[in-house]
């Protein structure tokens, strides 16, 4: 079945630690995104992708950092200048503008990451 | 900028009841519109989106929803509520010359027995 997959589920970072997320997906889909949620506050922008090798922030890229050397990969990396990291993390994707714009967006299962 | 109100971060119902979760967006074009739901850890589940090929849009599990232009509106609703519709639902806009999606805060529903 194609989906997303995120890992690992569960994430615990050090202070002044850099931790990466993955993001795989197996849909073909151009374009993916990744999403920050707390508690509500529903769910922000932090970067996303419409390309290969190419990437925009989003609302709140700060202290985060991502690359997309590959159409099925986009893993994000909390570094240590992002200091309020604990959050529930979705990776998403979607056909991208170039097909059709009214093409949803898919989600993975998130990763939750804390502060040890 | 898009922008999406949905109003109530909380809303409860009784099983068998109407379920409505209210979405107002703000666009200077007509959007495309999305409700997506969430269960307790885990990722966000499409449930309709309307595309402007017609007002009433029906979606997975019994929802629907209605755009109303002048209302700047997509309320989503469900006649008869079910325990398993426990869940957080969002309501998000998308550009139609853009990929990016503005998500609302969110809807907390919670099915009393």
């Known amino acids: 079945d194609g989906g997303i997959t995120q890992s690992p589920k569960y994430l615990f970072r050090k202070e002044g630690q850099n931790v990466t997320l993955s993001c795989e997906q197996n849909?073909?889909?151009?374009?993916m995104y990744w999403y920050r949620q707390d508690p509500g506050q529903g769910l922000r922008l932090i970067y996303y992708?419409?390309?290969?090798?190419?990437?925009q922030k989003g609302d709140i890229a700060e202290g985060y950092s991502v690359s997309r050397e590959k159409k099925e990969s986009f893993p994000l990396t909390v570094t240590s200048a992002q200091k309020n990291p604990t959050a529930f993390y979705l990776c998403?994707?979607?056909?991208?503008?170039?097909?059709?714009?009214?093409?949803?967006?898919?989600f993975g299962d998130g990763t939750r990451l804390s502060i040890l | 900028a898009q922008s999406v109100t949905q109003l109530g971060s909380h809303v409860s119902v009784s099983e068998g009841a109407l379920v409505l979760l209210r979405c107002n967006y703000s666009?200077?074009?007509?959007?495309?519109l999305f409700w997506y739901v969430q269960y307790p850890n885990q990722g966000l589940q499409l449930l309709l989106k309307?595309?402007?090929?017609?007002?009433l849009v029906k979606g997975i599990n019994g929802f629907e929803a209605e755009f109303k232009k002048s209302e700047t509106s997509f309320h989503l609703t469900k006649p008869s509520a079910h325990m398993s519709d426990a869940a957080e639902y969002f309501c998000?806009?998308?550009?139609?010359?853009?990929?990016?999606?503005?998500f609302g805060e969110g809807t907390q529903l919670t099915v009393n027995p």
């Open positions: 998403a994707s979607s056909s991208g503008v170039r097909i059709r714009s009214n093409q949803p967006q898919h």
């Open positions: 849909l073909n889909h151009d374009a």
């Open positions: 992708s419409q390309i290969v090798n190419d990437f």
């Open positions: 666009s200077s074009v007509p959007p495309y």
């Open positions: 309307y595309t402007s090929a017609a007002t």
């Open positions: 998000a806009v998308r550009e139609t010359s853009g990929s990016r999606l503005t």
